[in-house]
């Protein structure tokens, strides 16, 4: 299991190599930590975490949210009050989406897979993410769509205006430091494009 620390370590490592690579590191807040966990030592130990904590964005699903909103509302401050992000993942698949956005203040929404999928064949699907996106963006919040597979969804989800994204289409998960190379193998073929 991925913990605060060792996330931070791992990015705090490519931030002292040759170059500097800013990397997000999305953490999944897990129900039963949030449960067993006071509040205060969640925040605390990010705090200690002083060098990269403005790259991590804690993960929360509806589910998590709805059964004590002002426990969770209080719980997200708390996170900020240190630098950190909060992204609303697997967005539109629970009953209280739109309850969760009304009262809890997200950084990002992530819609998920299943409206991504499916959006090439059903016109509806389609719709659904563009509302998202639209709505999201009024309210101030970035989205990020899960499970881009094809260039063909990736180009319907930027002329969306869908502002990250996430999928096979990039890469399957990697590890540290297969990520690391992966990022210099990125960073090699824009600069080649970019001297053209």
Not at 2 to 16: L, M, N, Y
Not at 86 to 102: C, R
Request: aromatic fraction near 8%; proline fraction near 1%; glycine fraction near 6%.
């Amino acid at each position: 299991m991925v913990t605060i620390e060792s996330a931070t370590t791992q990015s705090h490592k490519k931030r002292s190599t040759h170059f500097l690579l800013i990397a997000t590191v999305f953490l999944a807040l897990l129900a039963s930590r949030v449960e067993a966990t006071p509040m205060l030592t969640i925040s605390g130990d990010v705090a200690k975490q002083t060098l990269t904590r403005e790259q991590l964005i804690f993960e929360v699903t509806e589910t998590m949210t709805i059964d004590d909103i002002g426990r969770f509302s209080l719980l997200m401050n708390q996170l900020r009050d240190v630098g950190i992000r909060i992204a609303l993942d697997d967005f539109g698949t629970g009953w209280s989406s739109m309850a969760v956005l009304n009262h809890l203040s997200f950084d990002k929404v992530k819609v998920d897979r299943s409206f991504v999928t499916g959006m090439a064949d059903i016109t509806r699907q389609q719709v659904l993410v563009d509302t998202i996106c639209h709505m999201a963006h009024q309210l101030g919040i970035h989205v990020v769509a899960e499970g881009v597979e094809t260039r063909e969804q990736l180009t319907s989800l930027q002329q969306m205006g869908v502002d990250e994204f996430q999928g096979y289409f990039f890469a399957k998960p990697l590890s540290a430091i297969d990520f690391y190379a992966f990022c210099i193998d990125y960073l090699n073929q824009k600069n080649v494009l970019l001297s053209k």
